[in-house]
């Protein structure tokens, strides 16, 4: 028995959705800058509610929506019904999901809305439904063709769900949130890898392994082997920083002449060593150490770029589980 191809169907759907999506593009009007307006001034939280696959959709946006620095939660509808409105307080604001906008079980969350005063959104495609009269922002998103049987919900959930990021992300545009406030709300996972910064995984006071330019080799191949980090950092009479000694380095010397711990640290370093601020990705520190082919950086503070705060090494930053 032949199998079937079922690619045609699956580039069907995707064109389908496609088509949905540039509707949707089409759509945007001044609605979406007042929603952007109204949900970053929420002094409470964000509620989100659908059924059915807008009920999924809404705790997806939800999920979103905090983790950009919104506190926001989702609802079940047909628990509101049944006490969870009181979850629901005066300075919320709450989005409500529909794409018909007439679902029967939003119909008691509307009515709490309307007589609470709470600022509705309400993200639907019919203009004569419930949800679109009721709403005090109207996201009016396009009707569209469903795939599979023009009945399942796959193109209208898909602008459903694209809506909610395009406000997440228009929000956290216009509350100025930075990589840095992004990576508070990922402290884990894969996220929480990729937006540490050197300062958070950096040797810091004992274990950056300083000598002084003025000391004989000798003493820089003890501290050198104490801290087991193949680099020392050389600084002067005033703290600043003025050169590097690697390992390597130490290797060459030591093959071109006999007296190698009788020569002064300053005689062997490298001057002007790479050097990069405290508050760059990690990420970032481990593309200039393999562009540089070199193992260590000094790390500086925001204050004084001359004086090393710290030491970041490869080995610190693939432990952190960042590539």
């Known amino acids: ?153 796959t193109s209208s959930t898909i602008n459903q769900l694209s809506i909610g990021d395009a406000l997440a992300v228009a929000i956290l545009n216009n509350k100025n949130i930075s990589k840095k406030d992004f990576k508070k709300f990922h402290p884990s996972g894969n996220l929480g890898a990729k937006l540490k910064t050197v300062e958070d995984i950096m040797l810091i006071k004992d274990k950056v392994p300083f000598i002084s330019e003025n000391s004989n080799m000798k003493i820089a191949l003890k501290i050198l082997t104490q801290k087991k980090l193949g680099t020392l950092i050389v600084k002067n009479k005033k703290g600043y920083t003025t050169g590097i000694i690697t390992d390597g380095q130490i290797r060459k010397i030591g093959q071109k002449t006999q007296n190698l711990h009788n020569l002064k640290v300053r005689q062997v370093m490298t001057k002007n060593p790479i050097k990069v601020d405290k508050d760059i990705l990690a990420q970032k520190a481990l593309a200039i150490m393999n562009e540089k082919k070199i193992t260590s950086l000094c790390v500086f503070g925001s204050k004084k770029k001359s004086q090393t705060i710290g030491i970041i090494h490869i080995h610190n930053i693939l432990e952190a589980n960042i590539y």
């Open 1 to 153: 028995m032949k199998k079937k191809d079922y690619k045609k169907i699956a580039k069907n759907v995707i064109d389908l959705e496609i088509k949905a999506l540039k509707k949707l593009k089409n759509s945007i009007n001044n609605s979406f800058n007042s929603a952007v307006e109204a949900i970053s001034k929420c002094q409470s939280k964000v509620i989100l509610c659908g059924v059915g696959k807008s009920g999924l959709i809404a705790a997806k946006i939800s999920a979103t929506l905090s983790s950009v620095g919104t506190p926001s939660f989702s609802l079940s509808a047909n628990d509101c019904s049944h006490g969870d409105l009181g979850s629901i307080s005066k300075k919320d604001v709450l989005i409500l999901l529909s794409y018909s906008g007439s679902t029967e079980e939003l119909k008691n969350i509307i009515k709490y809305a309307n007589r609470n005063k709470i600022i509705l959104i309400g993200i639907m495609s019919k203009k004569n439904s419930i949800l679109y009269k009721a709403s005090d922002i109207k996201l009016l998103i396009p009707e569209v063709i469903e795939a599979g049987l023009g009945i399942v919900p």
